[in-house]
C-alpha cells in the first residue's frame, strides 16, 4: 500500500476515534520564518537560513507539528478539508504532515514534533556518531538529504555518501563529501549498510522509494508522527 494512504488512513481512524471532527477543531497552518524555526546558530549553512526550505508549523489546540517543505505558504480549514486534501505537490503534503504530527503529538503518540534551534543542531550531530556506532557499528551510509552539521560530524568517523535535492550543493564538495543528485541515490543504497534519510523526503515524496530497502535511520521533525505510527527508527534528540 502506498505509505500516504497508510498515513491518510491512520489519520481518518485517530480522527474519528478521538472526534477531531469539522465542528469542533479548526487546523491552521502558518510558514515560520528562519529564526521561529531554527533561532539563530553560529553557522548560515543549513537548508532554512539560505532560503531553499521553510518550515510549516500546524497547531492543534495548544500542540504543534511541523514539517520542512521547498513550497510554502499558509492555509487554515478543519480537520476534514486536511483529510481530504489531494497530495499531489509538496505544499499540500507539507499541511497534510504538519497536521498529522500536530494530531499524534496532541494525542500523545508522536513526541518532539518542533525543530530543535540554536546550538542544538551541532550537539545533535556528534550524538548522532554516537548512536549510530551503539546501535550499527561501523556501516557505510548512504545519507539522504544534506544535513550540514550531521555531515560535518558522520564525514571524519564513517565511510559517507550523500545526495541532495538543491542544485546549490549538487557536485560541490562539503567537508571531503562530494554531494551527489538523486540519481545517485539507487547506487548509494546498493552500496551502503545503513540508509540516514532526512525526514523531508516524505515531503517531496522520495521517501517510498528509500525506505526498508536497506537498514533505515530517519531524522528530524517532519516524520514524526508517521514514525511513532508505523516502527520507523527516528533520531531527533533535541526536538520539543
Not at 524555526?37 to 537560513?49: C, F, H, M, R, V
Not at 486534501?85 to 508522536?110: H, P
Not at 540554536?118 to 550499527?136: G, K, Q, T
Request: glycine share 8%; with cysteine; proline share 5%.
Amino acid at each position: 500500500m502506498d505509505f500516504y494512504r497508510r498515513i491518510r488512513n491512520k489519520f481518518t481512524r485517530l480522527s474519528e476515534e478521538n472526534n477531531l471532527g469539522a465542528e469542533i477543531i479548526n487546523v491552521r497552518v502558518r510558514t515560520l520564518s528562519p529564526e521561529e524555526a531554527i533561532g539563530n546558530p553560529e553557522d548560515k549553512d543549513y537548508p532554512l537560513t539560505k532560503g531553499r526550505e521553510r518550515m510549516m508549523e500546524a497547531e492543534l489546540k495548544g500542540c504543534f507539528g511541523q514539517a520542512f517543505t521547498d513550497m510554502y505558504g499558509n492555509f487554515s480549514g478543519n480537520m476534514n478539508d486536511v483529510l481530504r486534501m489531494e497530495l499531489n505537490n509538496n505544499f499540500r503534503r507539507a499541511i497534510f504532515l504538519a497536521s498529522f504530527n500536530a494530531v499524534t503529538r496532541y494525542l500523545g503518540i508522536a513526541d518532539k514534533t518542533v525543530h530543535c534551534k540554536d546550538d542544538a543542531p551541532p550537539r545533535c550531530a556528534l550524538e548522532l556518531v554516537s548512536y549510530i556506532r551503539e546501535n550499527f557499528g561501523q556501516p557505510r551510509i548512504a545519507m539522504v538529504g544534506l544535513q550540514p552539521r550531521m555531515v560535518q560530524a558522520l564525514s571524519k568517523e564513517f565511510d559517507l555518501r550523500v545526495v541532495d535535492m538543491d542544485d546549490e550543493n549538487i557536485g560541490r564538495e562539503k567537508f571531503g563529501v562530494t554531494i551527489g543528485p538523486p540519481e545517485d541515490s539507487p547506487g548509494n543504497l546498493a552500496w551502503c549498510d545503513l540508509a540516514l534519510v532526512t525526514g523531508s523526503a516524505l515531503t517531496n515524496d522520495t521517501l517510498k522509494d528509500l525506505i526498508g530497502i536497506k537498514r533505515t535511520l530517519v531524522f528530524g521533525v517532519t516524520i514524526a508522527g508517521p514514525a511513532a505510527c508505523f516502527g520507523l527508527t527516528r533520531f531527533c534528540p533535541y526536538g520539543s
